[in-house]
DNA sequence: TTTAACTGTAATATATAGTTTACATTATTC
DNA sequence: GAATAATGTAAACTATATATTACAGTTAAA
């Protein structure tokens, strides 16, 4: 489940932690979802949607042949 | 959690039950999600998007103060 | 106005998203 | 190159997304 989660964090410049708090979510959670190991909810996409200031489809959109991963 | 998959469904001329059968998931699941009474995963909703044809934004974006519904 | 297709929803069960605690590894800075 | 911050990850736990079964309400067509 590849994602562009990192990049957008880093252009505004949180550490994993900092964005877990944002959101409300533990540091192992964003860690995961970066590496594309979780399937997260909807609403956990928003919020991080919200934070880092990119969109549903910016972030998370992948062409369903790479979405295997 | 709005969202706009009832209106994309229809569009697409599928009922709940055959939106369902071709994503994998069953009818009570499309059901709730539609009426916005479930945090749908994010792979649950980037197939919704495949089989109606819609972005994430287009279906799941909802702005913040709506999304607390 | 009955019959059938479609939809809403409730109860219980199961799978998995997310937490907690903890430790290891990889930058970074002194 | 030691100290510290940032990140990866594992095990056991908890919360919740989704399945299963079932039934009731709604709509449309006959």
């Known amino acids: 489940m ?3 989660v990192k990049i957008a964090r880093v252009q ?6 900092q964005l877990a708090e944002k959101i409300g979510v533990t540091r192992q959670t ?4 970066e590496k594309g190991k979780y399937n ?3 609403k956990l996409c928003l919020s991080i949607c919200d934070v880092v ?3 549903l489809d910016e972030l998370f959109w992948v062409d369903k042949e790479e979405r295997t991963k």
Do not use: A, C, D, H
């Not at 505004?12 to 932690?17: A, D, E, K, S």
């Open 2 to 4: 590849k994602n562009n």
């Open 12 to 17: 505004v410049n949180l550490t994993q932690q």
């Open 30 to 33: 964003i860690s995961l979802i």
């Open 40 to 42: 997260p909810t909807l």
């Open 53 to 55: 200031q990119k969109s």
